[in-house]
């Protein structure tokens, strides 16, 4: 039996090692999104507030402004200090805490966050990628599992590394099972919770025990209600308004009405909550700026909760500096796992026979 998971580990592992790996690096790279934008884009102190006059003067500024319709702002926070406005699948800005414009991009290739995001989320190909990524998280979990069972026959041989000793094919291996041993619950749990966010199925699956799919459907439905235009909505008295249903929250991000008669959707963060977003909704008829509908995350069924945590965890969004770097040397540790996987096998393995034909001839 273990023969054959070797042999299944090692040949999966030498044909999707390499995408494993480019996971792995575009994922760490994420994790420092906000220093890279705060680097990069003009900005002089952080854009962050929670004020409903200046939430306001930000939005109506954003929307004279923007020369295409504007999906959704995301407000400035700790970690990104910038105000991002989408209006597109491959379009945006971002704004200072004026609302005026920094920098914008026409395509994910303009900004290497952007870029890094697609990839590393939908592998480029939007939601086909998607479900390719989850997968690849699969297999992901696949080789953690096939991996430890491996391992443990060798156990009373295990040394730490985080380099092979010798650049051969046996001593990359033995790093490899090694390190692989030592990152296995932090590697389980990431591509376990990246398989929950990109494959419904999964995170369906494991959630039931908790809460039902349509019970965790039906707490966060928007309202039935039609809503008016947006072009007469007092902004100052949406966001104030918001802030009074629920009093300590952040504001996090402003969505505007795609069709007719959709909602304005105000996004909070409450203190007790773990995404760095919120999951607190605030539905308002634009026209009158009513409050026509809420979700008080913090109320939602179990299952709907222990999934608000998934992406928090993922993505470091808590924890601090602590745990963010426990992920960045995660993610680092799949980068060396799957290249030097990918190395070993197709590379490594063909190196011995031409040496010993070498040999030979002499």
Known sequence: MIKSLAWIHRWTGGIIGLLLALVGLTGTLLLWKGAWIALSVPVSGNAYT???AQLASVTQQVIEQSERQVHYIRFADG?????TV???PESGF??????VALASWNSIWDRAEIALFDFHHYFLMGETGEIMAGIAALFGLGFVITGLIIWWPTRKTFKFRLWPARMTRPAIIRQHR????VLAPLLFFTMLTGAMMTLPPVSRTLLMPFSSPAEMEAATAKPLIKAGPIEDARWELIMTRAQERFPGAVVRIASFPRKEGDPVTIRMKQPAEWHNNGRT???????TSEIIGTVNALALPQGSQISNLVYPLHAAKVGGIFYRTVQTFTGLT????GSFAVWSFWF????APEKAMRTSAA
């Open 50 to 52: 929670n004020d409903p």
């Open 94 to 99: 971002y704004t200072d805490s004026s609302g």
């Open 334 to 337: 799949l980068v060396l796992l």
């Open 86 to 88: 989408n209006t597109g």
């Open 79 to 83: 970690e990104v200090p910038v105000h």
């Open 178 to 181: 090694d390190l692989g041993v």
């Open 348 to 351: 490594r393995r063909k190196a």
């Open 281 to 287: 909704m605030v539905w308002f008829d634009g026209q």
